[in-house]
């Protein structure tokens, strides 16, 4: 049985060229995605947060014990919850606070017990 094809579009933006430019990559369930300009500056720009994420933990692992720092890192749950406060995705209440406060001082304890 063979598996179905992916078809990739890439939507150019040129005046003449109103047709997005195909490619076929077997082996994938989805049938069609498009990628526009939009798409591949999210993707560039997740892609270099991920690249520095990373690079910054491996550094970080060199520089200290892994018991403190993986669970230092592991509180980028906060950090996701304060830009989601900052550009207006989240609303803050009461229960939301006191789960980010006793998942900190979790963290915080699993570091310090180390």
């Given at each position: 049985?063979?598996?179905?094809?992916?078809w990739?579009?890439?939507?150019?933006?040129?005046?003449?060229?109103?047709?997005?430019?195909?490619?076929?990559?077997?082996g994938f369930?989805?049938?069609?995605?498009?990628?526009?300009?939009?798409?591949?500056?999210?993707?560039?720009?997740?892609?270099?947060?991920?690249?520095?994420?990373?690079?910054?933990?491996?550094?970080?692992?060199?520089?200290?014990d892994?018991?403190?720092?993986v669970?230092?890192?592991?509180?980028?749950?906060?950090a996701?919850?304060?830009?989601s406060?900052?550009?207006?995705?989240?609303r803050i209440?009461?229960?939301?606070?006191?789960?980010v406060?006793?998942?900190?001082?979790?963290?915080?304890?699993?570091?310090?017990?180390?």
């Amino acid at each position: 049985m063979e598996a179905p094809s992916l078809w990739i579009a890439i939507q150019t933006s040129t005046p003449n060229s109103h047709q997005p430019i195909e490619y076929t990559v077997p082996g994938f369930r989805e049938h069609r995605v498009v990628i526009t300009r939009d798409k591949l500056a999210f993707i560039a720009v997740a892609g270099g947060l991920v690249f520095t994420v990373v690079w910054l933990l491996t550094t970080a692992l060199t520089l200290g014990d892994a018991s403190v720092v993986v669970p230092l890192v592991n509180m980028s749950f906060v950090a996701a919850f304060v830009f989601s406060v900052i550009l207006k995705l989240e609303r803050i209440d009461a229960r939301k606070l006191a789960t980010v406060a006793l998942a900190s001082v979790a963290v915080a304890l699993l570091t310090h017990a180390a």
